[in-house]
């Protein structure tokens, strides 16, 4: 069956440190993963998207990575901040932008 | 710039009324809009697709009947939860993809709707 799985544990981290959130997926062939931040309430919005040929992106201190072989897809923040405390949602893009499948999401929490 | 907003942000309603819920896209066309639906600690559920001057194309296992759409202009989509019932309450997104980054798409608020 297709699975797409996060962390389903909260994520709690020091302020300053580098939070890493995990994106594995099965039975799946995305053409590219995104990165979404969720805060309650709300509706998502983008951070990141990464294509099937890219190994690595960098967006001031985001970083992703797309592993197709493992089928996995990590997600850094750098320096973490309080304000980075939220839900963070991996979607894989299946038709170029026209279907996105999206995983529950990783909370996450950095403390001061 | 893309911004969608979406409105009402939530609304409570007595079981068998019907609720419309606008997505507008403010700074931006977008030929395609998708609606979403989450439940509490689940993830984002796509329940149809929109394209402007179309009829929407629904995932499986989605009443189109229960939950019309339509796209009348660039800007604008509507979802109307027909004879809602309880099981309906839902936190309901939709998005917008632009014409030109058409890989992104853009989110609304959300609404809540909650049925009695």
């Known amino acids: 069956s297709q699975k797409i799985e996060q962390n389903s544990e909260a994520l709690n981290i020091q302020e300053g440190k580098t939070a890493t959130l995990t994106c594995n997926y099965t039975n799946y062939s995305p053409a590219y993963l995104q990165w979404y931040r969720q805060d309650p309430g709300r509706g998502p919005v983008f951070l990141l998207l990464?294509?099937?040929?890219?190994k690595e992106k960098r967006k001031e201190r985001l970083k992703v990575t797309f592993d197709t072989t493992l089928k996995q897809s990590l997600f850094h923040i750098t320096a973490s901040q309080p304000a980075d405390s939220a839900t963070y949602l991996c979607?894989?893009?299946?038709?170029?932008?026209?279907?996105?499948?999206f995983g529950a999401g990783t909370i996450l929490r950095v403390k001061s | 710039g893309a911004v969608v907003s979406q409105h009402p942000s939530w609304v409570i309603c007595k079981s068998g009324t019907s609720v419309k819920i606008e997505c507008r896209s403010l700074d931006f066309q977008a030929t395609t809009m998708f609606w979403y639906r989450q439940f509490p600690k689940q993830s984002l559920m796509l329940m149809a697709t929109?394209?402007?001057?179309?009829?929407?194309?629904?995932e499986q296992g989605v009443e189109k009947d229960k939950f019309l759409i339509n796209h009348a202009s660039l800007t604008l989509s509507t979802l109307t939860v027909t004879s809602a019932h309880p099981e309906d309450s839902s936190f309901y997104i939709c998005?917008?993809?632009?014409?030109?980054?058409?890989?992104?798409?853009?989110f609304g608020p959300g609404t809540r709707l909650l049925v009695l």
């Open positions: 990464i294509r099937e040929n890219e």
């Open positions: 979607a894989l893009d299946m038709e170029y932008g026209n279907k996105l499948v």
């Open positions: 929109s394209n402007e001057g179309s009829k929407a194309t629904y």
């Open positions: 998005s917008a993809r632009d014409m030109i980054a058409v890989e992104t798409q853009y």
